[in-house]
């Protein structure tokens, strides 16, 4: 008899058979007001993004366009699509691989990454945001499982692509959410903002100059 792997989160359950794997369960909201709902370029909840777990390369450039964000990510496990609630995972959602007790898998002791699409499926997406969160993949124990509970709510990682902002609106389909910010998708990468200074600042010195 396999054992049985039992994750509450929030509002739900999510029961999943083990057979020598381990589970992701990614959430991105856990009460009304705690969370970061996947916002659209003005500010709105996305009615049912697609998103991902896995892991980037150590020295990976998050300066690159949003094809290149999502053919660097190590997948782990399947995509996922669970939203009821537009820009929210409704409930707890779950995906499995295999990482041995042994170790020797690219995920041990990884950073859980989150990969955002604003399509269905991350292939037909356009604009993307990713989160690094503060959960690693672990080995399975003696019980054949492994845990992983990447939150991706605020002070459990960072944005690393895409725009935390205020949304313009609340996440429908439930009750009511009071968030003060999102993840809003992009297909480029932003500037740091002190990239943005230094260009701006050697801007305003080139017209200076051409002035005298």
Request: charged content about 15%; overall charge negative.
């Amino acid at each position: 008899m396999k054992k049985i792997l039992l994750t509450s989160v929030i509002f739900a359950s999510s029961v999943i058979a083990s057979s020598a794997v381990t589970t992701a369960t990614v959430v991105n909201f856990k009460s009304l007001t705690n969370g970061l709902p996947i916002l659209d370029n003005s500010g709105t909840p996305i009615a049912a993004p697609s998103y991902a777990v896995g892991f980037f390369a150590d020295d990976f450039d998050f300066t690159q366009d949003g094809a290149a964000i999502r053919s660097g990510l190590t997948q782990f496990g399947d995509e996922l699509n669970s939203f009821n609630f537009t820009g929210l995972i409704a409930a707890p959602n779950s995906t499995n691989d295999n990482i041995p007790k042994e170790g020797g898998s690219p995920f041990s002791g990884k950073n859980v990454y989150v990969l955002f699409g604003d399509e269905n499926s991350l292939a037909g997406s356009n604009n993307f945001g990713v989160f690094k969160t503060n959960t690693v993949f672990e080995d399975e124990n003696q019980a054949d499982l492994g845990v992983a509970l990447p939150e991706v709510v605020p002070g459990s990682g960072e944005v690393v692509y895409g725009i935390l902002r205020a949304p313009t609106s609340q996440p429908t389909g439930g009750p009511a959410f009071d968030f003060a910010q999102g993840i809003e998708l992009v297909g480029t990468a932003v500037p740091e903002p002190s990239t943005g200074l230094l260009t701006a600042l050697a801007g305003l010195a080139l017209v200076a100059r051409r002035r005298r």
